[in-house]
T-cell receptor
Framework: AQKVTQAQTEISVVEKEDVTLDCVYE???????LFWYKQPPSGELVFLIR??????QNEISGRYSWNFQKSTSSFNFTITASQVVDSAVYFC????????????FGGGTRVLVKP | SQTIHQWPATLVQPVGSPLSLECTVE??????LYWYRQAAGRGLQLLFY??????ISSEVPQNLSASRPQDRQFILSSKKLLLSDSGFYLC???????????FGPGTRLTVT
């Protein structure tokens, strides 16, 4: 079975602060994929990134960066210099053969950025 | 480019009434299609997925059913709604199994 844990249920920061969202996963697969999604107040889930288990390079996209550490089964997400528009619920997800390649979502972390 | 549509955006239905939510995808062919439910603003639960016309896999036995009458159309139905069916329903598509999924705008269903 596969599992995704986002231990932080809510994080509150002041604008321009950095915020790091933790994601820890469990899987028996050797090949798997990790994802991050953003859900703004409008409700639609927005795809942010997909990472395969063989690519441990960290990635940066603008103010977003991701740290994939296979040794600790973690795929953390950092927003640098946060803005009010970053306020949303962020979901980490995992896909692997053991679960029929379906997405398993974490419980989500609500980020509130105050002006 | 690909787009995914869902309707209606909001729906208020009495207990015991039928339900039909529709999802269509444009700009791609033979997508994988998914229905999720999100209760209380958290935790997405996969309800159904389909890898082709007429092929439906159910994840959770419940009061709902799904159909895929056309390649890019996915319908979620119920014959008699329960209070517990209230929630935010999201449709998604992907190119293949294991690929990233792209979500529609969702339907907020309230059963009264």
């Amino acid at each position: 079975a596969q599992k995704v844990t986002q231990a932080q249920t809510e994080i509150s920061v002041v604008e321009k602060e950095d915020v790091t969202l933790d994601c820890v996963y469990e899987t028996r697969d050797t090949t798997y994929y990790l994802f991050w999604y953003k859900q703004p107040p409008s409700g639609e889930l927005v795809f942010l990134i997909r990472r395969n288990s063989f690519d441990e390079q960290n990635e940066i996209s603008g103010r977003y960066s991701w740290n994939f550490q296979k040794s600790t089964s973690s795929f953390n997400f950092t927003i640098t210099a946060s803005q009010v528009v970053d306020s949303a619920v962020y979901f980490c997800a995992l896909s692997g053969e053991a679960a029929g390649n379906k997405l398993t979502f974490g419980g989500g972390t609500r980020v509130l950025v105050k002006p | 480019s690909q787009t995914i549509h869902q309707w209606p955006a909001t729906l208020v239905q009495p207990v015991g009434s039928p339900l039909s939510l529709e999802c269509t995808v444009e700009g791609t062919s033979n997508p994988n299609l998914y229905w999720y439910r999100q209760a209380a603003g958290r935790g997405l639960q996969l309800l159904f997925y389909s890898v082709g016309i007429g092929q439906i896999s159910s994840e959770v036995p419940q009061n709902l059913s799904a159909s895929r009458p056309q390649d890019r159309q996915f319908i979620l139905s119920s014959k008699k709604l329960l209070l517990s069916d209230s929630g935010f329903y999201l449709c998604a598509w992907s190119r293949g199994t294991g690929d990233e999924q792209y979500f529609g705008p969702g339907t907020r269903l309230t059963v009264t």
